[in-house]
């Protein structure tokens, strides 16, 4: 077997020249403030952390942009942070003569202890100091520290270096501003935060925040940012930062009226004794294992505090050697006698929909007794038993026993206001779920949360208005609905158990049922982010979807896709760092426009074998591509971030089609090949040869 070592020589650099050496200066101050070190050798290059922001990232000499890898912040104990918890770093610990420059986890340790001299100098460990490699000035150039010789490729300008220049501070581009909740009822108060940007979308720290109401009449915001409703209405809260301004709606409903139902009362008993229609106002506290069927036209509000609760409190336990044991366990909702597929192996259980909770926390459901430990429980259906082995004492126990909370085929019910949790709804079945005749139900304003299957479930006419749906086993929302709003929502987090991805599982799928369209879906202005597969998703037979104005972040799969559909728009939305971007997966008439894509494989169409949909041959056809701005990360690698694929063999797809590339803008941040067409990885020429994105821009 043949080893190759490679070892980083220093051996062509400048730093052969010695010097003697300068006397040390004074510890670096607060003065400093954040900035970016650019070179005395390139002085518009700056240390920029290469990839992503992160344990171990070394650093490399960039055009100086005011992106996040390249702002440091000074600090009193001599660290250079990159973010409050990652410092600069000579990686390895040894101080020798070539040691790459990276960040890591601030430790305190002597080569995380920066110096900056009255020469310019950045010195660290061993008193050595950082160095562009070999004085050399092309992009990717190696940060490495070495012993100080006093040449340029070792002097960095920063307003606290005492010898250079203040770099331009970092303008700000736009502003966020989310609001914990988006309705409120009157008397009720919420937290508005506001996130500067810079041009890359990147958080600008450090400057001082206006706010300001529309209308101060139905809502107040204070210097803090704190939001009190005070009549119903709607009204629009902005933060102004240099000069720059965003901001996020508000909706003020009037104080709740009606039949009141306090916990320990029967919702569904209410409803019965009373005409379709009735206004029921469901008192603060914790009502449980409620299930609803409503009539037509009824309204359920809650007040705060509100809490639909489909678990049973757990407080008699028994011990089996080192089990503790809840008996007389009989509920099973199961629809399911297996996953098929659909669980991993580390959720074996998912198709079954009880869970276990302590303090809130879900315990993983295993599949057999003897893996019960620590944070684990087995259920023994047969036996009606409930096994797990951490202690209880001083906890509060909870198993979900109910299957729903809100089920019915009546029309125009209205859910608002409701904290919805720990339903034992089984897979791909709503905790809120009407069913498919009905139409017309809106739920808005609610919390639904740790629920076994999915959050929300939509049919025909159905309005999710600002709704928090997080941390569902299975996703977010699902089902299926012609004219269906969703706007204002937070997504986020859902796919706990890790269900797979590729069946239905992340933030939101739709789907077309039994060979009929989906018809005129719009997903608008959601929050979408930190979910476990893809982050929005129409799949079979969708047609005249909107995807628009949606933020979608860190999903692990696609951030949207559109799937064997028709006639879709998706627009001004900003995707960063999911797994993918937007994919338009063998479907026609798509418009993907305005959007900010930060991640790989950015925006790709597939033509795949897929048989016949509503319209006859599925196929990716007239798929429009344009006025998009596209980063790559650094690092990504040639291959399929933008473009077309086929796995067909028609390569009409690419001619006759009619999908076209125009007028994008593209940062690919050294990826030398990263579009695809004609079965092939092609260079920013090629692409252009074939016609494609001859307006727009490609930064290398």
């Not at 490679?6 to 040390?24: E, G, I, M, Q, R």
């Not at 079965?679 to 016609?691: F, I, L, P």
Request: with cysteine; glycine share 14%; proline share 4%.
């Amino acid at each position: 077997m043949v080893v190759t070592t490679f070892a980083f020589c220093a051996c062509s650099d400048t730093n052969t020249v010695t010097s003697p050496k300068l006397p040390d200066a004074p510890a670096l101050s607060l003065g400093l403030g954040v900035g970016a070190f650019s070179s005395r050798i390139a002085p518009s290059k700056c240390i920029t952390v290469r990839g992503a922001i992160a344990d171990g990232s070394i650093t490399d000499l960039r055009p100086c942009d005011g992106s996040a890898g390249q702002r440091f912040t000074a600090q009193s104990n001599d660290e250079i942070h990159i973010t409050p918890a990652l410092c600069l770093d000579a990686l390895g610990g040894k101080g020798n003569d070539g040691d790459a420059i990276g960040i890591w986890t601030c430790n305190g340790g002597a080569n995380q202890k920066w110096t900056l001299t009255s020469a310019s100098e950045i010195r660290g460990i061993n008193s050595k100091c950082v160095d562009v490699y070999g004085a050399r000035t092309a992009d990717g150039t190696a940060i490495i520290l070495y012993s100080c010789h006093g040449g340029n490729n070792q002097k960095w300008d920063n307003g606290a270096t005492g010898g250079g220049t203040a770099p331009a501070p970092v303008k700000v581009a736009s502003v966020k501003v989310t609001l914990a909740a988006t309705g409120l009822t009157v008397g009720q108060t919420t937290q508005a935060t506001a996130t500067p940007l810079d041009s890359l979308g990147n958080a600008v720290t450090g400057r001082t925040v206006s706010w300001s109401s529309s209308n101060t009449a139905i809502a107040t915001v204070s210097t803090a940012g704190v939001v009190s409703a005070l009549a119903a209405g709607t009204a629009t809260i902005t933060a102004t930062v240099d000069g720059k301004a965003g901001s996020a709606p508000l909706t003020v409903n009037a104080p709740v009226t009606g039949t009141s139902i306090s916990p320990g009362q029967s919702i569904q008993a209410a409803v019965d004794a009373a005409p379709g229609g009735t206004a029921f106002v469901i008192k603060a506290g914790v009502h449980r294992m409620q299930q609803v069927i409503p009539k037509a036209g009824d309204t359920f509000a809650g007040e705060p505090g509100a809490i639909l609760n489909g678990a049973r409190l757990l407080t008699a336990f028994v011990r089996e050697g080192s089990y503790w044991v809840a008996t007389g366990q009989t509920q099973d909702n199961a629809d399911r006698t297996s996953g098929d597929g659909i669980c991993p192996a580390s959720a074996p259980r998912c198709y079954r929909p009880e869970d276990l909770f302590f303090d809130d926390k879900p315990l993983k459901h295993v599949a057999t007794l003897g893996e019960v430990g620590a944070g684990k429980w087995y259920f023994d259906y047969p036996n009606d038993k409930i096994y797990f082995a951490d202690d209880p004492t001083g906890h509060r126990v909870e198993t979900s026993v109910s299957r729903y909370a809100f089920a019915a085929s009546g029309n125009n019910v209205t859910i608002s206001g409701l904290v919805i949790e720990k339903y034992a709804n089984p897979l791909q079945a709503g905790v809120v779920s009407p069913n498919q005749t009905a139409s017309g139900w809106l739920m808005q304003d609610n919390e639904v949360r740790l629920n076994h299957g999915e959050g929300l479930r939509v049919n025909n006419g159905a309005r999710l208005l600002r709704n928090n749906i997080h941390h569902q086993g299975q996703q977010g929302v699902g089902g299926f609905g012609d004219g269906a709003l969703i706007e204002g929502n937070e997504i986020a987090f859902n796919n706990t158990l890790g269900v797979n991805v590729e069946w239905a599982a992340g933030g939101v799928k739709l789907n077309g049922r039994g060979g009929s369209l989906l018809q005129d879906l719009t997903i608008r202005n959601n929050r979408v982010h930190d979910n476990t597969g893809r982050g929005l998703w129409c799949d079979y037979n969708c047609i005249r979807t909107v995807y628009e104005g949606n933020t979608v972040e860190r999903n692990t799969s696609w951030g949207i896709q559109q799937e064997i559909g028709y006639a879709a728009t998706i627009r001004t939305n900003t995707l960063n760092g999911n797994g993918g971007g937007i994919f338009v997966s063998t479907s026609q008439d798509v418009e993907v426009a305005g959007n900010t894509i930060n991640g790989p494989y950015a925006i790709l169409g597939l033509e795949d074998a897929r048989g016949t949909g509503y319209y006859g041959t599925l196929v990716l056809k007239n798929m429009n591509v344009h006025d998009n701005v596209v980063t790559l990360p650094a690092g990504a690698g040639n291959s399929q971030h933008v473009g077309v694929l086929q796995t067909n063999g028609d390569n009409g797809v690419f001619s006759t089609a009619n999908n076209r590339f125009t007028n994008n803008r593209y940062t690919l941040s050294g990826v030398q090949r990263p579009f695809a067409w004609l079965s092939a990885y092609r260079t920013a020429t090629e692409w252009r040869g074939y016609g494609l994105d001859t307006t727009g821009s490609i930064t290398p």
